[in-house]
């Protein structure tokens, strides 16, 4: 079985085929995490870099740190704008089931 399927990575997060190294123990252990990014909007190229510096080593944990703490802040931020348009959306709701139940009563 490929290992996209047994990590549930998609074939485009098969990056040269890793490095020409192909499937290795340390992508298994943050498949999850870059099923997170991908599922959080993180750009495939921000991906790619993230699992180079992984394949790097431990020097690069401060990038990777640095790389994640950003893109948290973007995550916060958008839900920040996603709430206040789900308020917007639910407001305009209340008014249509207002209208409708005022022309149900006028019945």
Request: charged share 25%; proline share 3%.
């Amino acid at each position: 079985m490929p290992s996209c399927r047994r990590t549930g990575i998609p074939i485009v997060l098969r990056f040269s085929q890793w490095k020409a190294s192909g499937y290795t123990a340390k992508l298994a252990e943050t498949s999850a995490t870059i099923q997170h990014l991908k599922h959080t909007d993180m750009s495939i190229s921000q991906i790619k870099q993230y699992v180079d510096w992984i394949m790097q080593g431990d020097e690069t944990v401060p990038k990777r740190l640095a790389m994640l703490t950003a893109h948290c802040q973007e995550i916060l931020e958008e839900l920040a704008m996603r709430k206040e348009s789900l308020r917007g959306v639910e407001l305009k709701i209340a008014c249509y089931q207002q209208y409708v139940e005022k022309k149900e009563n006028e019945r």
